[in-house]
């Protein structure tokens, strides 16, 4: 069994609770000293809990201990409500210390370990606190279910210090005769699903507003997962493969298939699998209290593309304009959907819906007692092909309001008096232009996520896509002193054909690759920005260290150190590329800051990650639509990207070169 969550500072683990009598539950009441021997002979020190009166649990208790918990479940999402709100009611910190001791030996353990996280992410009292990253609470969800009767041996029978790390092996759920498996690297990599469940965790779509109602959470939706599609897309080209199919309909079998090989180590069973052309049924589940059709869906579908077409969405108490700026805001929140959909009545919840759908297609009525498969749960969702197909869908939606708005013109393009002369690439021991990937090996401890005696490290090393440092050198000309927004995408020159993109296609495969404010003099400028420098990743170590292990010192930075778990991981912000070279183009624009500008204060040191995961408690820090220039359809007369152009703009072409060689840790995390 996996050790539970315990959230306390690590290092501490040799801290124990003193917990008053009757908040043991009842497995555990008649031998509570034995179980308070049992760790407390390792503890130095106890933590006293507070005797509080516990608000009554009800609802919360309905889903087992050893139940899956998914969020896209309407119930489980009910309660999850209850419990946030539970956690963040109380009064001070040692009654939600209280409160989460009684209720963690009683409710389900990934319902605790989101609710908890929800709250101490959103508390002004528990901003010092560290929310322990979910690979290593749940491992089981981000790891071949085969490691862990490995680590089980290791921890048995090999002392500490002889511990060889336990090797996951690159190509573990399926074979080369599968063609999709060839995405697996990107689909499977751990950095990636523990980015998504991250995002969601900041911007969940229920429960008290204050949780859910961030700025531009709604836009966020559409274009953190716009990007998502994009990348899986440059991604599926340098692997021969065409971009993935939007699953439009509905009634057709799904001809892809995958098998998770995962096994929940809390529900004790494997995550359901999906063989080949399923289709999609009517669920019928008392159980997760789900009755929804296929129509059902049809219909939320057919309602959204009447408000995109009209440009008006029927809100609850009147009508809503869905307008150039605002409207993917209210869209996202429509489409998702979040409590700030303008009317779930009438709109539904289609994207969620669809995950659960395609969840449950292998046991639509419960009458084999399975659970959700991959796709329903934020934090594994990524492995399975379908979910790219559903989001190239949902992503389509979004790009049909898009394309009926007007275009931007040369005049909100341009940035009169500024010109960007020249881009490099500079990748060390490489020609200019030139990116370099390569598999690299890293090892993490898993030994949080297990619960076996005796303790230490268990480290599993897995292979994983890198790509060499690099950076950028720009030579810009202004006529004056200024500040500009320099922006960085990079697309495939050529499409699956091996023809050169129309522009109106090849702006949904521009994946963003930095962002920043850049100052100006008059003249000649060189900027210089180094890879590892990117707005839309985090580094290596946060996407897998506990966040204490070398966390900046006080309450605000910590605080920011918990949001920035959210971030693009940095391995994957280069694209694999091709042995022989994969031609790119990479563009850069210094946009003009008077349109990109949003007045406040930004403090903090983690602001690293805001282009797909925005800024804590603050506005998203560009007032451009997300996406900017490439959200919308081209003018007309800008039918290839070099027409697209202006003079603030430029296009470098970039050869994309992959090493297929492994290369082996450097140290472990
Ligand atoms: Cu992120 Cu469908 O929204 O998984």
Partial sequence: RPKEPVFMPKGDEKKAFEVPADYLSDKYKNIGSQVTSRFGEEASSQIKVSRISIPPLGEILELARSENFSLFIPKHRRIAGKLIDIFLGMRNVD??????????????????????????????????????????????????????????????????GSRVPIEIPKDYTASDLEEEHRL??????????????????????????????????GELFYYMHQQIIARYNFERLCNKMKRTERFINWDEEIKEAYFPKLDSLVASRAWPSRVGNQKLQNIRREVDGINIDVDDLKRWRDRIFAAIHSGVAQGRDGNIPLTENEGIDVLGNMVEASILSPNQELYGDLHNMGHVLLSYIHDPDHRHLESFAVIGDSAT??????????????????????????????????????????????????????LQTFWQQSDVDMSRGMDFQPRGSVFIRFTHLQHRPFSYKIQVVSNKAREGTCRIFLSPK???????????????????????????????????????????????????????TSRPQGGEALAQFNFCGCGWPANLLIPKGTPEGFPCQLFVMISNIADDQVQQTITGECNDSYSYCGLKDKLYPDRRSMGYPFDRTPRSGAETLQQFLTPNMRVQDVNLVFENKTYRPKGSI
């Fill in 184 to 217: 697996a690297y990107f689909r499977e990599d751990i950095g990636l699903n523990l980015h998504h469940w991250h995002w969601h965790l900041v911007y969940p779509f229920e429960g008290t507003r204050v949780v859910v109602d961030k700025n531009r959470r």
């Fill in 494 to 548: 050529f499409d699956e054909r091996g023809n050169p993109w129309l522009m109106r296609d090849q702006r949904l495969m521009f994946i963003e690759l930095d962002k920043f404010k850049v100052n100006l003099k008059q003249g000649q400028n060189t900027i210089t920005r180094n890879s590892n420098q990117s707005s839309v990743t985090i580094p290596f170590e946060r996407t897998y260290r506990d966040l204490d």
């Fill in 381 to 434: 969702a990524m492995r399975d092909p379908i979910f790219y197909r559903w989001h190239a869908y949902i992503d389509d939606m979004f790009q049909e309001f898009k394309q009926a708005l007007p275009r931007y013109t040369e005049a909100q393009l341009d940035n009169p008096g500024v010109t960007v002369k020249d881009i490099q690439i500079e990748t060390q021991g490489s020609k200019p232009n030139t």
């Fill in 95 to 160: 009654d939600l210390l209280a409160v989460a001791v009684y209720t963690r030996d009683r409710v389900n353990p990934y319902l605790f370990n989101y609710c908890l996280s929800v709250a101490i992410l959103h508390r002004p009292d528990t901003q010092d606190l560290d929310v322990p990253s979910i690979i290593r609470s749940f491992p089981d969800k981000y790891i071949d279910s085969k490691v862990f009767g490995e680590a089980r041996e290791d921890a048995n029978v090999v002392p500490v």
